[in-house]
């Protein structure tokens, strides 16, 4: 937005901030003070205001006692003072009539919200699309995140940071599609990749993926989905509903159906460096492989076993404290792999347990590994009061399903350690 010399112009959209003209300035109270969100109600209401008990109970959530009626004059007086401190020009901001608060209408009010929306609106009534796909992405580049993000537990700031967050995404599903429609891959790349540094976890990255097969840039697609797989699988350990795996499958399948030089393919497949120990892969990965060796097996006839391992605090229940779950839970994963084989595979199920497939083992070698796992994590963890759990199958007595995996009745145990 540009900026002229006698407009107050305010950003709410990620952030809050002030400026008139082009220069900056700030008020003499917190961001999260009632003296704040009095101001950002009478700038939002802009010339219609607000009536004084809706500003009672906005900002009380009472507005039949006297003590927020004493509280609420104090307010406004405050609020005029912190104003006549900025570089404002010098005049009266609050206007009351007839029981109704508004911001001076002397001052050009220009919020970047706001202005967002009109541009959206104005956008979907576009019936050309080439004039529609740019007056959406001209939209789109005012949205710069949440609306009041710290205010976000106030509920009037909940309800509008809803209705923006969905113009927005509305404005992304439908730019991008114009943008690959007509083949503009690169405008709907840069619209969805901004989306995905706003929203990492709204799924854009179907949208990113397309535009670069679509250019034929194989290599930052298999990127994007190995990063994004990353992304929902273990750092946020999303649930492993059957509709978040088939929304990887189809990730996996568009890169796999793509055209490409075997060459480069076998050489962006290979592991850059030999490393000891089991392999880890990501849950879906893990599943993926799975039903190929209970293929395999069918033939074969190896043994084949499925192994869970359970974090939990010397009681046998959950670890509560995130930052102790994590830490453990790296402490896991290391001992699984440099315990293990580089022929054996594991993944991380949820924050606190691991799936692990032993090849070529029997189930008494089984409680073997599980103490070897054991001995290496008391090693890196000394004097903590961590129990591993295990279960142990055999890989015959395991059934599958979309979602995931489910255990059958084998052969099984659990043991506890602290």
Same mark, same amino acid.
């Given at each position: 937005?540009?900026?002229?010399?006698?407009?107050?112009?305010?950003?709410?959209?990620?952030?809050?901030?002030?400026?008139?003209?082009?220069?900056?300035?700030?008020?003499?109270?917190?961001?999260?003070?009632?003296?704040?969100?009095?101001?950002?109600?009478?700038?939002?209401?802009?010339?219609?205001?607000?009536?004084?008990?809706?500003?009672?109970?906005?900002?009380? &959530?009472?507005?039949?006692?006297?003590?927020?009626?004493?509280?609420?004059?104090?307010?406004?007086?405050?609020?005029?003072?912190?104003?006549?401190?900025?570089?404002?020009?010098?005049?009266?901001?609050?206007?009351?009539e007839k029981g109704i608060y508004r911001?001076?209408?002397?001052?050009?009010?220009?919020?970047?919200?706001?202005?967002?929306?009109?541009?959206?609106?104005?956008?979907?009534?576009?019936?050309?699309?080439?004039?529609?796909?740019?007056?959406?992405?001209?939209?789109?580049?005012?949205?710069? &995140?949440?609306?009041?993000?710290?205010?976000?537990?106030?509920?009037?700031?909940?309800?509008?940071?809803?209705?923006?967050?969905?113009?927005?995404?509305?404005?992304?599903?439908?730019?991008?599609?114009?943008?690959?429609?007509?083949?503009?891959?690169?405008?709907?790349?840069?619209?969805?990749?901004?989306?995905?540094?706003?929203?990492?976890y709204e799924e854009w990255q179907m949208?990113?993926?397309?535009?670069?097969?679509?250019?034929?840039?194989?290599?930052?697609?298999?990127?994007?989905?190995?990063?994004?797989?990353?992304?929902?699988?273990?750092?946020?350990?999303?649930?492993?509903?059957?509709?978040m795996l088939d929304h990887f499958r189809?990730?996996?399948?568009?890169?796999?159906?793509?055209?490409?030089?075997?060459?480069?393919?076998?050489?962006?497949?290979?592991?850059?460096?030999?490393?000891?120990?089991?392999?880890?892969?990501?849950?879906?990965?893990?599943?993926?492989?799975?039903?190929?060796?209970?293929?395999?097996?069918?033939?074969?006839?190896?043994?084949?076993?499925?192994?869970?391992?359970?974090?939990?605090?010397?009681?046998?229940?959950?670890?509560?404290?995130?930052?102790?779950?994590?830490?453990?839970?790296?402490?896991?994963?290391?001992?699984?792999?440099?315990?293990?084989?580089?022929?054996?595979?594991?993944?991380?199920?949820?924050?606190?347990?691991?799936?692990?497939?032993?090849?070529?083992?029997?189930?008494?070698?089984?409680?073997?590994?599980?103490?070897?796992?054991?001995?290496?994590?008391?090693?890196?963890?000394?004097?903590?009061?961590?129990?591993?759990?295990?279960?142990?199958?055999?890989?015959?007595?395991?059934?599958?399903?979309? &979602?995931?995996?489910?255990?059958?009745?084998?052969?099984?145990?659990?043991?506890?350690?602290?």
């Amino acid at each position: 937005m540009g900026k002229e010399k006698t407009t107050l112009y305010v950003h709410m959209l990620g952030d809050l901030s002030f400026w008139y003209g082009n220069k900056a300035f700030s008020l003499k109270c917190s961001n999260t003070s009632k003296v704040m969100q009095l101001l950002l109600l009478l700038l939002t209401a802009e010339k219609e205001g607000m009536p004084r008990v809706q500003l009672l109970e906005t900002l009380y &959530g009472d507005a039949e006692t006297q003590d927020a009626k004493n509280a609420f004059r104090i307010l406004v007086f405050r609020l005029r003072k912190f104003l006549e401190e900025t570089i404002l020009p010098d005049r009266e901001y609050i206007h009351i009539e007839k029981g109704i608060y508004r911001f001076s209408s002397d001052v050009k009010v220009e919020i970047d919200a706001k202005v967002f929306a009109q541009r959206a609106k104005e956008a979907f009534r576009l019936e050309d699309k080439t004039k529609r796909a740019n007056a959406i992405k001209r939209a789109c580049e005012v949205y710069s &995140g949440e609306y009041l993000p710290f205010l976000s537990g106030e509920e009037w700031v909940a309800e509008e940071s809803t209705r923006y967050r969905e113009l927005y995404f509305q404005c992304i599903r439908e730019g991008c599609q114009l943008m690959k429609e007509s083949r503009r891959y690169e405008e709907g790349l840069s619209l969805c990749s901004q989306a995905i540094k706003l929203y990492p976890y709204e799924e854009w990255q179907m949208i990113q993926m397309d535009c670069l097969l679509a250019m034929n840039r194989y290599r930052e697609a298999l990127n994007v989905y190995e990063d994004t797989t990353m992304l929902f699988f273990e750092q946020m350990d999303l649930s492993r509903s059957k509709k978040m795996l088939d929304h990887f499958r189809t990730m996996s399948s568009q890169l796999h159906d793509s055209m490409g030089a075997l060459a480069e393919i076998k050489s962006s497949m290979s592991e850059k460096e030999f490393i000891p120990g089991a392999y880890y892969c990501s849950y879906p990965s893990f599943i993926d492989s799975y039903r190929m060796i209970s293929r395999t097996l069918e033939r074969s006839g190896s043994s084949i076993f499925l192994m869970l391992c359970t974090i939990t605090n010397n009681r046998g229940n959950p670890i509560e404290k995130d930052d102790i779950l994590r830490r453990q839970t790296k402490n896991l994963s290391r001992a699984i792999r440099s315990s293990l084989r580089r022929g054996d595979l594991y993944t991380r199920y949820s924050p606190n347990q691991f799936l692990v497939l032993l090849m070529e083992i029997n189930q008494e070698d089984c409680e073997i590994t599980y103490k070897r796992i054991y001995t290496r994590f008391k090693e890196l963890c000394p004097g903590q009061k961590i129990q591993i759990r295990y279960y142990v199958s055999s890989i015959a007595g395991v059934k599958t399903s979309s &979602g995931g995996l489910s255990f059958g009745k084998t052969k099984n145990r659990w043991k506890n350690r602290s």
